[in-house]
């Protein structure tokens, strides 16, 4: 089986792409420019930028000597808790929406189950001010009511 993508975005004989028609032309429109923009060296350079400044890569590597001689064996964390939002979310979503916006979009649509995805497409949007709108199930909304604090502080729409 071939793992590899073809023009089209199949994977092998049977995978694909299957989406609703409404999406075709903005997943055609990402595909088509996807590359080019990967490659710019302007768009490389803003992302390692704002990873490094903004959200705090790279993030520290730390020995956890009690729990390495309790197993008899090195163990290292890697603190990704310590990137902005407290989580490493965020290193996704800054790519994402830098992609988004310079594809021109203004508005970023995205769904969360336990809130922390959402903190940070809504924080990464605040940042590059572009319009949020999260989508998260009802229960989760009451369960993950702090997250959706911080979502809506950050001015998205929940």
Do not use: W
């Not at 793992?3 to 092998?12: A, D, H, L, R, T």
């Not at 730390?62 to 001689?69: G, Q, T, W």
């Not at 649509?109 to 709108?133: F, K, R, S």
Request: aromatic share 10%; charged share 25%; glycine share 8%.
């Amino acid at each position: 089986m071939s793992y590899q993508v073809n023009e089209k975005g199949y994977y092998g004989d049977f995978g694909g792409a299957f989406i609703p028609e409404m999406l075709y032309p903005n997943v055609e429109e990402l595909r088509t420019n996807y590359l080019n923009i990967m490659q710019e060296e302007s768009f490389q350079k803003e992302f390692r930028q704002l990873l490094k400044d903004y959200v705090g890569r790279p993030t520290p590597l730390y020995y956890a000597e009690r729990f390495s001689k309790k197993y008899s064996t090195k163990i290292y964390l890697k603190r990704e808790d310590l990137c902005h939002t407290g989580a490493h979310k965020v290193n996704n979503t800054i790519g994402q929406i830098l992609m988004a916006k310079r594809l021109g979009k203004n508005r970023i649509i995205a769904e969360t189950g336990a809130g922390q995805h959402g903190v940070a497409t809504a924080t990464v949007c605040a940042l590059m001010g572009l319009e949020c709108i999260v989508y998260m199930g009802e229960i989760d909304i009451k369960r993950q009511a702090p997250n959706v604090a911080r979502m809506k502080m950050l001015g998205a729409k929940v």
